[in-house]
């Protein structure tokens, strides 16, 4: 950091109302931790060169990771001012309202975005999410994250929260679909595989979900549920030795003593082999 610092320094000494050298000395703050020292270097950045907005937008995000939601909100409007044409700034807003529990000024400034660009895909993401909030409107956000993906089937936000969203439909195989892809792409996705071992279990597959629990603890194999849950299947497909053997890992692999009293209950109402 500190030779990093050095040059950067030398850098806004040689060209002092240049605000680039000194961006990146508030990145390189900000990657260490020292946030006040971030801050200011954005302001003086800011003083230097009013008309640029991504210091503002930058300084927004810093505001918004320490939770300075007021000032993180006025960083962004300052960017709107500047740069009026650009969708990043309504995106951020429409993201700090909603976790503030504004959920229609957050609809209002995520579609503003999307009207700026709509092809900034976490925009129509968060818009998605907002409007999973409310369980009428699960069609609506079904088809922004499908929107999403026909510009970009690597996006996987939307993925994954259009597999959630169909299975809250109760479109299993849809569903499940969804999770393989994402799986075809990011074969240790442990949620993923989860996910779709409880589906394959839902719809009667129980060899397919017994495959995807083995193969998600191989990629943990300290996951005490894992193993838990490998159990409650082997001993539904009435294999005791198996079921015994997965609670037996399991218990290996907690110390949560409510964990512990299941498991132990879990194997001593085992049948008898």
């Not at 015994?244 to 512990?260: E, F, H, K």
Request: proline share 3%.
């Amino acid at each position: 950091m500190a030779g990093f610092e050095l040059i950067t320094e030398d850098a806004i000494r040689r060209a002092p109302y240049w605000a680039y050298p000194m961006h990146n000395l508030a990145l390189a703050y900000t990657q260490t931790g020292a946030y006040s020292n971030a801050i200011e270097t954005y302001r003086q950045a800011m003083r230097l060169a009013p008309r640029y907005s991504y210091l503002a937008y930058n300084l927004g995000l810093l505001y918004q990771r320490l939770n300075r939601n007021k000032e993180a909100e006025a960083a962004y409007r300052q960017v709107v001012a500047l740069s009026p044409d650009l969708a990043e700034p309504y995106n951020a807003l429409g993201y700090l309202h909603a976790a503030l529990g504004k959920a229609v000024e957050a609809e209002r400034l995520y579609r503003q975005a999307l009207a700026k660009d709509a092809g900034l895909l976490s925009a129509r993401q968060n818009l998605g999410a907002l409007l999973a909030q409310d369980s009428q409107r699960l069609p609506d956000e079904v088809a922004l994250w499908s929107e999403n993906l026909a510009k970009d089937a690597d996006y996987l936000p939307s993925r994954l929260s259009l597999a959630r969203g169909l299975a809250r439909l109760g479109r299993d195989s849809e569903a499940m679909e969804q999770y393989t892809a994402i799986l075809a792409r990011k074969r240790d996705y442990v949620a993923a595989r989860l996910a779709l071992a409880e589906l394959k279990a839902k719809s009667g597959d129980s060899s397919g979900a017994l495959a995807d629990l083995r193969e998600a603890a191989k990629t943990q194999p300290g996951s005490a549920l894992i193993y838990e849950q490998i159990g409650d299947m082997e001993k539904a497909r009435g294999d005791a030795a198996q079921a015994a053997q997965a609670y037996q890992t399991a218990l290996r692999n907690t110390q949560d003593r409510s964990a512990r009293k299941r498991l132990r209950t879990k194997l001593r109402t085992q049948p008898n082999k």
